[in-house]
């Protein structure tokens, strides 16, 4: 289960039960899907990453990151509040 998922479960004090039914069958398709991404995505391997914010923080100001514990334990509550 992924950190966001368990962080939500937690939170949210329920259970999930995540099942993904996959037969031999589908492998083929699952392998090609997956070739199909990584074929996709080496242009990030290539070079190094440049990130730049300034455009942003020019029009929206500096904005601090939030913590996903806390994403999560706002968006619980809000839920719930509804």
Do not use: N
């Not at 039914?21 to 398709?29: A, G, K, S, V």
């Amino acid at each position: 289960m992924g950190y966001e998922v368990s962080l939500t479960v937690a939170e949210s004090r329920r259970t999930a039960v995540v099942a993904a039914r996959t037969t031999w069958q589908d492998f083929p398709t699952l392998w090609g899907q997956l070739l199909r991404e990584v074929r996709e995505t080496t242009y990030q391997f290539r070079a190094p990453f440049v990130i730049d914010a300034s455009k942003f923080e020019a029009a929206f100001g500096h904005l601090e990151p939030t913590p996903h514990r806390d994403a999560i334990q706002r968006t619980v509550a809000w839920y719930r509040s509804r």
